[in-house]
Nanobody, 125 residues
């Protein structure tokens, strides 16, 4: 089973920046999947904050409204790694961030139950 290893989280002051990384343990055709970054806050459902569509659908990024203009999703195909660049961080960005590929060739991001451990981002002064 493929595992997803997220890293880069930590404590950040409001207004600060952070870059998260995600690397699957093994995957074939990395760029043929859409990749999403999801955030979970205690007491709330996991939500999709950024999605990068598959290369076959032109790698189009989409963002949740509350992170638009502040977060950037990208991938480095040669290293099978997905990134989430976060800037102008706010306390409400606090949560555990997870990555997950969607379905082969899709333009949108979906998720199953095979979550990794995630990486905690805490935005606080």
């Amino acid at each position: 089973q493929v595992r997803f290893v997220e890293s880069g989280g930590g404590l950040v002051r409001p207004g600060g920046s952070r870059r998260l990384s995600c690397k699957p343990s093994s995957i074939t055709g990395f760029s043929n999947y859409p990749w999403g970054w999801w955030r979970q806050v205690p007491g709330k459902e996991r939500e999709l904050v950024a999605c990068l569509s598959s290369i076959t659908t032109n790698s189009v990024p989409t963002y949740a409204n509350d992170v638009k203009g502040r977060f950037t999703i990208s991938r480095q195909n040669a290293k099978n790694t997905v990134f989430l660049e976060m800037s102008l961080l706010k306390p409400e960005d606090t949560g555990v961030y997870y990555c997950m590929p969607g379905k082969w060739g899709d333009s949108h991001c979906t998720a199953d139950d095979a979550w990794g451990q995630g990486t905690q981002v805490t935005v606080s002064s």
